[in-house]
């Protein structure tokens, strides 16, 4: 599935309310469950009903609600949803073994402590798009929205199609001539990219393995990312091959190449190419690329 997490949650949140319900219906059917969509007139608030027989008789009432993202589930929800453990109803078909909360949002701290107090199990956001990723389950989602559409948010990551377009440029000659600087003279320099005057990301040289100084690595940092940014670094640094790691400062990450070798400027420009358009939503032609003095 060749979409970032926060892409595929923003999608998921577009689908209305039964969409959603059935969605988590065909997810756990997939992993082996009996599932029932149930009557929203007779089922108290349980949307979807799973069972297994199989090594032994198991149930789970599911809520599934299709939330914004700023729309958290409350203290109250989670103590509506908790009671279904002690609702015994011989006319209603809700005593079960686990009670579970699937949401596209997030919970306040409030209900996720009263959620583990009573064991309500909870599926959010992040859960739930790590589960349709990691399970490769594109066959299912793609009956419900195109992993591949791009929405009024979408993951910009083809603003430049070739790195070659920019050799030759003045952006090019400041990577080669920051390559170029051995160890010793670039210790105390940086490489900066600012978009609109704002900086974006910087460079600086990492010594490689027993401070060989002909192998080196490049590091990008980038600092006060919001989610949606940082889901797509981690997306690039993942499509790149590259680490992705905290930073040595508060908010700050950085990604670097994992093997070592000569730093060549056409890898430098692609990283910082697709940084800028994945991640700023800029072309790396309209950013300013300087050397300038600042090290770690």
Same mark, same amino acid.
């Given at each position: 599935m060749n979409v970032p997490r926060s892409e595929l949650l923003t999608q998921l949140r577009a689908l209305d309310e039964y969409e959603f319900e059935k969605l988590i219906a065909d997810i756990w059917k997939y992993r082996g469950w009996d599932t029932t969509v149930t009557d929203q007139s007779r089922d108290g608030g349980i949307d979807v009903i799973a069972r297994k027989d199989l090594p032994f008789d198991q149930k789970q009432l599911i809520q599934a609600? %299709? #939330?914004?993202?700023d729309n958290k =589930? %409350?203290? !109250? @929800?989670v103590q509506q949803y908790s009671s279904l453990y002690l609702d015994k109803s011989p006319d209603r078909d809700v005593d079960a073994d686990v009670v579970a909360l699937v949401t596209t949002s997030n919970l306040t701290q409030p209900a996720r402590e009263k959620a583990a107090e009573h064991n309500l199990r909870i599926v959010d956001g992040e859960k739930l798009t790590q589960m349709i990723v990691e399970w490769d389950l594109?066959? =299912?989602i793609s009956d419900y929205i195109d992993p591949d559409a791009e929405s009024e948010s979408a993951? @910009?990551?083809? =603003?430049?199609?070739s790195v070659e377009t920019y050799e030759g440029s003045r952006n090019w000659a400041m990577v080669e001539e920051f390559n170029g600087m051995t160890i010793s003279s670039s210790e105390d320099?940086? /490489?900066t990219a600012t978009v609109d005057e704002t900086l974006a990301y910087t460079v600086h040289h990492g010594q490689s393995y027993q401070n060989n100084l002909e192998e080196r690595r490049?590091? @990008?940092y980038l600092d006060g990312l919001d989610d949606?940014? /940082?889901? %797509? /670094? !981690? #997306? =690039?640094a993942n499509d790149l091959g590259m680490r992705f790691l905290l930073g040595d400062r508060p908010n700050e990450w950085k990604i670097y190449d994992k093997?070592?070798?000569p730093i060549d400027p056409h890898r430098t420009v692609e990283i910082g190419m697709r940084i800028l358009n994945g991640v700023f939503g800029s072309a790396f032609g309209d950013a300013d690329i300087d050397v300038a003095v600042g090290n770690r």
């Open positions: 609600k %299709r #939330y914004a993202k =589930i %409350r203290l !109250k @929800h594109s066959e =299912i993951f @910009h990551d083809d =603003i430049d199609t320099m940086k /490489l490049n590091i @990008h949606e940014q /940082l889901d %797509r /670094l !981690k #997306y =690039i093997g070592e070798g």
